[in-house]
C-alpha cells in the first residue's frame, strides 16, 4: 500500500475499545478526530503522551474534536492505564495490528542493533469529511498534544 498523505481519504477502523465496545471511525463521522498511535500502555513516554492528551481532552471537546489513543495493547492493559492515571480519551486496541499496518505506523524499528517490529509514534488529525488533514510521524512527546490541539483549532 502506499503511504498516507494530507488530503487523503484515512482509513476506515472499527476495533475493541477501552471499558468495553468499540470504537470505529464511522461511528465518528462529522467529527474531527486525533488518532495517536503509541507503542505500549504504561511506559514513560506513552504515558506521558496520554496524560497531556487527557489533560486537553476539555479542549479538544470544545472543538467538536474526539482523540483517540491507539496501541496493540489488549483492552484490559488499556482499562488498567486508564484507571491507574485517571486519562479522559478513548483507547482503542488494535491486537492484530491491522490499522497500525493500513496507517503505516506498524515499522521495523532498532534498539542497540537489534531489529524487530513495532508502533513508530505518529498522529493523524481527520477532518469532518474523513480526510487526512495532518500526519506527525516520530512524534517526540514534549509539547506535542499543544502542537495538535492548535492544528485543530486552525481546521
Known sequence: ?????????????????????????????GKIVVIYFYPKDDTSGCTVEAIDFSALSGEFASTGAVIVGMSPDPVKAHDKFIAKHQLGIILASDEDKSVLEAYGVWTEKSMYGRKYMGVERSTF?????????????????????????AAVKAL
Open 125 to 149: 488529525l481527520i477532518d469532518r469529511d474523513g480526510r487526512i488533514a495532518r500526519i506527525w510521524r516520530k512524534v517526540k512527546v514534549p509539547g506535542h498534544a499543544q502542537a495538535v490541539l
Open 1 to 29: 500500500m502506499s503511504e498516507l498523505a494530507e488530503g487523503m481519504m484515512a482509513p476506515q477502523f472499527d476495533l475493541p475499545r477501552d471499558g468495553g465496545g468499540n470504537v470505529s471511525l464511522e461511528g465518528l463521522a
